[in-house]
């Protein structure tokens, strides 16, 4: 897999990099977003204004998420 990019609706870059475990890196503008939480604290949801939107059982480059995870420049999808 390679890495991949999405054009939000206001033009901004949102950045998918693949790590070694098979997962991906999501790098972007996440100043005004949207973040649902489940009672234990896990991401339900990551929404960052003009999108895109990706929730945990939600399909993403044709594999479901398992999980979202924050790091220090994003999130880690966790398929």
């Known amino acids: 897999m390679?890495?991949?990019e999405y054009k939000?609706?206001?033009g901004e870059t949102h950045s998918f990099t693949p790590?070694?475990?098979g997962n991906l890196l999501?790098?972007?503008n996440f100043t005004f977003s949207r973040i649902g939480l489940n009672d234990d604290k896990s991401y339900n949801f990551v929404d960052p204004s003009g999108g895109p939107f990706i929730s945990v059982d939600s399909k993403w480059d044709g594999r479901v998420v398992k999980e979202i995870k924050p790091v220090e420049n994003g999130f880690k999808l966790v398929f």
């Open 8 to 10: 939000n609706r206001y």
């Open 2 to 4: 390679k890495k991949m």
């Open 19 to 21: 790590d070694s475990e």
């Open 26 to 28: 999501w790098e972007g």
